[in-house]
Structure formats: structure tokens, C-alpha cells
């Protein structure tokens, strides 16, 4: 344990980074670069449509895993955004509680976008007897703010469990490096819930159905990734190899490939 | 007469009401449940016996409209941390086995609170075709006491009923509470029913309110050869009478707040335990 933290204390030397001392830097480089992917991202989703059918087929097959007050549900919207996250602020600290023994990234995030998902079912009352009642039901619901800290590190698994017990595969990966990261507790979404409700007689945009979609989603997030869960992902060994190697074609290799 | 509803009402239900009006396991589940209820009523001393015979919905199903959707009131949780100590016994009728908490109520009602717990301020617009038979021993008690036994048959139709009710979900257990009539006096003060915390306005002025039942409609049939003895038809006219105080009594004391039909999906599936608050 000594070894680690002057193992620690010697990347920082040698990296030029003082933990008290150094000032915050922006990370415009990276956004920049990971803006690039999302845009790729959504050029391939381009065709919205595409995966609005893929996701109804998706819905589809997966109904019968359906709770059974909840007829079908069709997927009437889609809307994947067209900003980016901006991360700044990026500063390396001393994980807390770790004794000076492993080191970590904390970032600034923020996106202001429009993410949404619209989808149209009926809640059924089942009772006295199977569909004796519908009530239709009209939801978008869309994340239009997401402000956090990240705290990113890498590190090996020797230190950490995971939540669920089924995790068969954890023994076997825990060889090599994995990238962590979590979000602080402090974080803000703000969501845009738009509720219709009724068939012939419809309420809108009740408060209580907003606060219903908003607490399940946040409470998916915070089960998954937010401080004392994290986020733990084996990262591929970079060691060059021949099989990831590539070159820029050039027009001859066009030709003779054909 | 009703028929099925053509014209273009304002609801937000989708009611199927084709299967649930002539199934029978529906239809006799609710008779039974209103024969234990009139098993339990003191008779009169000119009705010797009182049954419900059979129980029809009818083809014409109610009109529900949403109101308004909200965190379920704290009287269902306190009910459900109620039982949840000696489980499905009420605790006042069972009180050497209730164990002492020292977390109390609240503590419980906050266990069992979800996030998820809905629940809906619906209107029921109710002017269908439902038929009750009831069959009943009338007794003469003129010119002495007990002097014949009649049997009579009554049926129950025309029942109207035009009222805001509470539906709560919460963990698996629905809550069915008839709140008011839509034209009762005490909504006119009120945005809300819901926000004012109900439970203390209406439980208290239950007396003044205006009877959840708009219209019904009781026959009596009994022996052709009695019909002209005034004497039996006055008797066959206290007994309408005194069934139509069953029936408002059998709905106030199960189904309007501050009383609730309570059903539980967690042990039984079939779920058609009822209870009444208290």
C-alpha cells in the first residue's frame, strides 16, 4: 500500500501535475472529438423513422415481458437531439476515502438538448375481469438538461463488487483495466413530461404523471450510475496488433479491390 | 329505457362492458357480496327473512370521467401499515395479538409509501339497467302478532347514481371510495377535493350530504289474492321502503368515504376481499 501511493506521487512528479497547485483545465479538445462520434451517431440514425420501427419491433417482441396493466405501447416519437455536452473544468484529485492511493478525474458536464421519447398505450384495469377498462395514455417525455460532475478513473478490480448477484463473468474479467466513472449525487436533470389522458375526456399534463416518469427514470440512473455506484467498464488492451491495423485507401486500392 | 350508449358522451374510460354485464362469476360474486351484508342488517319485526336472488348488471355500463390524478391520501396508508402486523386482521377486533411498535404509524406509512402510488378523482355517471331480485317472508303481525308469513319478491331497477369516487392504487391493493354526488353543495367551495385534504370536510358532514343514490326503483309481487287486503299493502310499502334504506346504508357504510371497498392483489389473485374502513 506504501508502494501505491509512492508509485502515485511518482506519476504525479514525472506528469508535471500538482494536486494542490494545478489549475483546471478545459477539455474543448475532447468535445470536440466526442461530439464528432454523436454526430456520427445520429447520421446513421438519421432515418429517425428506422428506429422507431426498430424499437416498436423491439416493444413488440418483448410484450409479453409487459406488466399486465399496460396494453401495447407504440413508439410515436423520437427525438435524439441535435447539441452536444460540453465538458470543462477537468481537474485531477485524490479519490476521497482512498488514502492518497488512487488518483481521479472530475469533469464538468453539461448538455442543453432536447432528447424525447413519445409513446402512446392504455393503462387496463383487469379487474373484475381482463380488459374491463382502458384508459388511453399519451406521454413525451424529454431530458432538456443534464448538469453533473463526473469523476472518471482507471484502475483494476481487485477493490470493488458488484450490485447484482447474477454477475457470473465478473471472476473472469478481473484481469486488466477498467474505466470507472460515476456521477456526483448533486446532479440536474430536468425533464419535459407532456401527459394526455383519457379517451373522450382527456387531462393534460398532470403534475403527478410528470413526477411519476421523472422520479422512475431518475431512479434508473441513480442505480446505475451515481455516487457510491459507478460505472465499470473493462477497457480493450491497446497493445498494436496487425488485426487492428488499417491504412487510408487510396484509389488503386479501390480499383483492385473490385 | 336505456340502451347502449350511441351518443357521443364525455368519458375517459374505454369500457368493456359486453363481457362483464352477463358474466355470471362477476354477477354472483356480487350477490353473494350484498347477501352477506343483508345477513348482517337487524330486520324489522314484519320481514322474517331477506335475500337478494339474483343480480344482473345490465347492458349499460357507467360513464367514468378522470378528474384528477394524485399521491394516493393518507388514510390508505394508514389502513395498509394497520395490517400489515397481523396480516388481513383488522387490529381493533384483534387486539392481543397487534404487537406494540415503537416506530408507530408514521414509520410505517413511509415503509410503504412508492413513488409509483396513484391515485384518480373519477366522476361515475350511472344510469343503467343493473336489476336486483330479492326475495323476502313478510310477516302480518295484524290482527296478532306474527298472524301469517308472506313470501314476496322484489326487484331493485332504475338505480342512478351520479358521484365523485376516489380510486388509489397503492402496492398492489386498490382502494374504491364514493366521495360524493357531482351536484353536492360542498364542491362548489372547492378547486380541489383532493388538495384540501377530504377526508376531515366530507367524514364529518357525511349527515348533511346529499344521498350518493339519485334514483331507484323498487316492485314488490306478492300473492295475487292479497292485493286488495290494505293492511299487506301497507307492509309491502314499509318493506320498499326499508329496503332503500338497506341499500343506501349497504353502499355509505362499504363504499363512501370515510369507508372503502379495499381489494388486495397480493395474496389472492382473484382478489375479492372487501373491507370497509371503519
Redesign the interface.
Known amino acids: 500500500t506504501d508502494r501505491k501511493f509512492s508509485q502515485i506521487n511518482t506519476i504525479l512528479e514525472k506528469t508535471y501535475y500538482n494536486v494542490e497547485t494545478h489549475s483546471p483545465e478545459s477539455l474543448d479538445w475532447f468535445n470536440v472529438l466526442i461530439g464528432q462520434t454523436i454526430q456520427q451517431f445520429r447520421e446513421e440514425a438519421l432515418q429517425k423513422d428506422n428506429i422507431v420501427h426498430s424499437l416498436n419491433s423491439f416493444i413488440a417482441r418483448k410484450s409479453g415481458e409487459l406488466p399486465h396493466y399496460l396494453d401495447t405501447i407504440k413508439i410515436t416519437e423520437l427525438d435524439i437531439g441535435e447539441d452536444f455536452p460540453i465538458l470543462s473544468n477537468c481537474r485531477i484529485q485524490y479519490s476521497p476515502n482512498s488514502n492518497k492511493q488512487r488518483l481521479e478525474a472530475k469533469i464538468d458536464i453539461d448538455l442543453s438538448d432536447r432528447l424525447a421519447l413519445g409513446i402512446e398505450t392504455?393503462l387496463l384495469?383487469n379487474?373484475?375481469?381482463p380488459?374491463?377498462?382502458?384508459?388511453?395514455i399519451q406521454l413525451t417525455v424529454s431530458i432538456v438538461r443534464f448538469q453533473a460532475c463526473l469523476t472518471v478513473s482507471l484502475t483494476t478490480a481487485e477493490e470493488f463488487v458488484p450490485t447484482s448477484d447474477n454477475e457470473t463473468s465478473y471472476s473472469s474479467e478481473n484481469g486488466g483495466y477498467f474505466l470507472m466513472f460515476s456521477f456526483s449525487p448533486e446532479y440536474r436533470m430536468e425533464f419535459d413530461v407532456k401527459s394526455l389522458?383519457?379517451?373522450?375526456?382527456?387531462?393534460q399534463d398532470?403534475p403527478?404523471?410528470g413526477?411519476?416518469i421523472e422520479?422512475?427514470i431518475k431512479?434508473w440512473f441513480v442505480e446505475r450510475c451515481v455516487e457510491p455506484r459507478f460505472q465499470f467498464i473493462k477497457l480493450p488492451s491497446l497493445w498494436p496488433r496487425s488485426k487492428n491495423t488499417r491504412e487510408e485507401k487510396t484509389e488503386n486500392d479501390d480499383i483492385s479491390m473490385k | 329505457m336505456y340502451g347502449f350508449v350511441k351518443t357521443p358522451v364525455l368519458m375517459s374510460f374505454e369500457i368493456n362492458w359486453q363481457d362483464l354485464g352477463d358474466d355470471e362469476a362477476v354477477n354472483n360474486s356480487i350477490k353473494s357480496f350484498l347477501n352477506s351484508h343483508l345477513q348482517s342488517i337487524l330486520l324489522p319485526s314484519y320481514v322474517s327473512s331477506l335475500q337478494v336472488t339474483d343480480f344482473c348488471l345490465g347492458g349499460t355500463p357507467p360513464k367514468i370521467t378522470l378528474r384528477e390524478i394524485s399521491d394516493p391520501l393518507d388514510e390508505f396508508y394508514n389502513h395498509i401499515a394497520n395490517e400489515e402486523l397481523p396480516k388481513g386482521e383488522r387490529s381493533e377486533n384483534d387486539n392481543s395479538t397487534c404487537q406494540p411498535t415503537d416506530g408507530g404509524e408514521r414509520d410505517l406509512q413511509s415503509e410503504v409509501q412508492d413513488e409509483s402510488d396513484l391515485q384518480f378523482l373519477v366522476e361515475i355517471d350511472y344510469k343503467g339497467d343493473m336489476r336486483i331480485g330479492v326475495s323476502a317472508e313478510l310477516a302480518l303481525n295484524y290482527p296478532s302478532p306474527s298472524f301469517m308469513s308472506l313470501p314476496v319478491k322484489l326487484s331493485i331497477t332504475d338505480l342512478g347514481i351520479h358521484a365523485l369516487c376516489l380510486v388509489a392504487y397503492i402496492s398492489n391493493q386498490l382502494f374504491i371510495s364514493f366521495l360524493c354526488d357531482v351536484a353536492d353543495p360542498i364542491l362548489d367551495a372547492r378547486e380541489s377535493l383532493i388538495d384540501l385534504g377530504s377526508s376531515a370536510i366530507l367524514g364529518k358532514k357525511s349527515l348533511e350530504r346529499i344521498s350518493l343514490i339519485r334514483s331507484i326503483k323498487i316492485d314488490s309481487e306478492i300473492g295475487e289474492q292479497n292485493n286488495v287486503e290494505g293492511s299487506v299493502l301497507r307492509s309491502v310499502g314499509k318493506l320498499e321502503q326499508f329496503l332503500l334504506e338497506v341499500f343506501r346504508t349497504i353502499l355509505k357504510k362499504e363504499a363512501a368515504w370515510p369507508s372503502w371497498i379495499n381489494l388486495d392483489f397480493n395474496d389472492d389473485p382473484s382478489g375479492d376481499e372487501t373491507s370497509d374502513a371503519d
Open positions: 392504455k384495469v379487474y373484475p375481469k380488459f374491463t377498462a382502458a384508459l388511453p389522458i383519457g379517451a373522450r375526456s382527456k387531462l398532470i403527478k404523471i413526477s411519476l422520479s422512475q431512479r
